[in-house]
């Protein structure tokens, strides 16, 4: 019975934190070489060189950096390293952050005949889109350049419930999930089927038209929707309370 072996001759990963898989610090991630795999009398292979940059470092020669059109640099905030109870979290359990300090703008875009500046200034608290933009190590800090549409709202509280959506964006508190099957059986957190309901806490702006005019949404605060199931960005408050930021685009009904 053949059998197969996998050996790493030479793994070295070069990294001031793996935390930046995180969104915590930017890194190079290497594989120097790995080894022979053997399986029978199959032919020896090694793969070199194999390299994952996690950000982009800008070097220390340059002492800028200026984003274009309608693009925003944002200084990425750094994530917990304890829970609430002073428990250190290890790297891995360390949640990704989707907030941080707006540092640079750029000049805004054009619609139409419609020049529209940036809408948010230098030193705004905001929460991006979780999968945004391009991440940068700049001045020793972790930052992200993004499209001013990607960013979600404006945040001036340490608590989501907070949050200001910006644009067609609206901002929605989870119902709860049902406990309990239509027949009395109880449920386990597991079994829970993830709500696509809740009700409108807060609402974007609206879009811009051709002409600069902004459109207001079709929903208000106070609503109760059904939107789509996968949409958004998902945030829980201080006080455990779930909460959902999408689109109005996937809200699909008002229910009443």
């Given at each position: ?5 996998l050996t ?40 070199r ?13 340059y ?24 428990i250190?979290?290890?790297?891995s ?42 991440e ?27 949050l ?16 309990k ?10 079994a ?6 809740g ?41 455990g ?16």
């Amino acid at each position: 019975m053949a059998t197969a072996q996998l050996t790493a001759s030479s793994i070295s990963v070069s990294v001031r934190s793996l935390a930046s898989f995180e969104g915590l610090r930017p890194s190079t991630v290497k594989f120097a070489s790995f080894g022979t795999l053997k399986a029978g009398s199959a032919p020896q292979r090694s793969f070199r060189g194999l390299v994952v940059k996690a950000a982009t470092v800008v070097a220390p020669k340059y002492t800028g950096i200026k984003p274009l059109g309608d693009r925003v640099l944002v200084k990425i905030k750094v994530a917990e390293e304890k829970t609430d109870g002073g428990i250190l979290l290890p790297t891995s359990a360390q949640t990704k952050p989707q907030g941080g300090e707006v540092v640079a703008v750029g000049e805004g875009r054009t619609i139409g005949n419609t020049k529209l500046d940036i809408s948010m200034k230098t030193g705004t608290q905001v929460v991006y889109s979780k999968y945004a933009g391009t991440e940068v190590e700049f001045n020793g800090s972790s930052h992200l350049i993004l499209k001013e549409d990607d960013i979600v709202g404006i945040l001036e509280t340490d608590d989501i419930k907070d949050l200001k959506p910006l644009n067609d964006r609206v901002f929605i508190k989870v119902a709860e999930a049902e406990e309990k099957t239509a027949g009395g059986l109880l449920l386990t957190e597991a079994a829970k089927e993830k709500p696509s309901i809740g009700t409108i806490v807060a609402v974007g702006p609206g879009t811009i038209d051709e002409e600069g005019n902004r459109k207001p949404l079709s929903v208000s605060p106070g609503n109760t929707v059904l939107y789509s199931k996968y949409a958004g960005n998902d945030f829980k408050g201080n006080d455990g309370t779930n909460y959902i930021a999408l689109r109005v685009s996937d809200v699909m009904a008002v229910l009443s």
